[in-house]
T-cell receptor, first 116, second 113 residues
Framework: DSGVTQTPKHLITATGQRVTLRCSPR?????VYWYQQSLDQGLQFLIQ???????AKGNILERFSAQQFPDLHSELNLSSLELGDSALYFC???????????????FGPGTRLTVT | SQKIEQNSEALNIQEGKTATLTCNYT??????LQWYRQDPGRGPVFLLL?????KEKRKERLKVTFDTTLKQSLFHITASQPADSATYLC????????????FGTGTRLTVIP
């Protein structure tokens, strides 16, 4: 168990809809990362937050957005969903308050999104 | 273009042998490189991190080397066991980056009893 939790575990929705994925980082970790994993693209970085502020952006579509709240949990919002958005979405956390040079990432179990 | 390539999609080895996985990258300047293990349907699990100024790191049966001149990392599992069967991913973080990772496509290792 990595200590990172993600909900829901599975999500099935229709094209055009909007969903919210939730992530709670390991206790004390300041950074949260979102990744998308699909069969053809592998594991792709989407966006990173550090202590509530956006730190880096990857290949995140404009239809997607995220935020990190004061209690450090994060949400990834996906809107106007398309079939191609079907994938596993992982959240990871790192950089514990007690060791801010610790960069290994701890991944949650993922949310499997299916768009029909 | 930027690429992170892992030597093969799949690698089969006999139990007890040493598995060697390769990660090659182009057009990246990594500050450090990490290796992760991923089992089907689960999140990646951190194994080892090696920094750009380090040549080698070890942890139990695992060893990682990092050659920034060759732009290559090798990942070794000695005395391999069937329980080591999984997909192994290498990942880079950039010198100028924010510690987000760029992942390779992975190598699926099968250890045959």
């Amino acid at each position: 168990d990595s200590g990172v939790t993600q909900t829901p575990k599975h999500l099935i929705t229709a094209t055009g809809q909007r969903v919210t994925l939730r992530c709670s980082p390991r206790s004390g970790d300041l950074s949260v990362y979102w990744y998308q994993q699909s069969l053809d693209q592998g594991l792709q970085f989407l966006i990173q937050y550090y202590n509530g502020e956006e730190r880096a952006k990857g290949n995140i579509l404009e239809r997607f957005s995220a935020q990190q709240f004061p209690d450090l949990h994060s949400e990834l919002n996906l809107s106007s969903l398309e079939l191609g958005d079907s994938a596993l979405y992982f959240c990871a956390s790192s950089v514990p308050i007690k060791d801010r040079h610790s960069y290994e990432q701890y991944f949650g179990p993922g949310t499997r999104l299916t768009v029909t | 273009s930027q690429k992170i390539e892992q030597n093969s999609e799949a690698l089969n080895i006999q139990e007890g042998k040493t598995a060697t996985l390769t990660c090659n990258y182009t057009n990246y300047s990594p500050a450090y490189l990490q290796w992760y293990r991923q089992d089907p349907g689960r999140g990646p699990v951190f194994l080892l991190l090696i920094r750009e100024n380090e040549k080698e790191k070890r942890k139990e049966r695992l060893k990682v080397t990092f050659d920034t001149t060759l732009k290559q990392s090798l990942f070794h599992i000695t005395a391999s066991q069937p329980a080591d069967s999984a997909t192994y991913l290498c990942a880079l973080a950039l010198i100028t980056g924010a510690n987000n990772l760029f992942f390779g496509t992975g190598t699926r290792l099968t250890v045959i009893p």
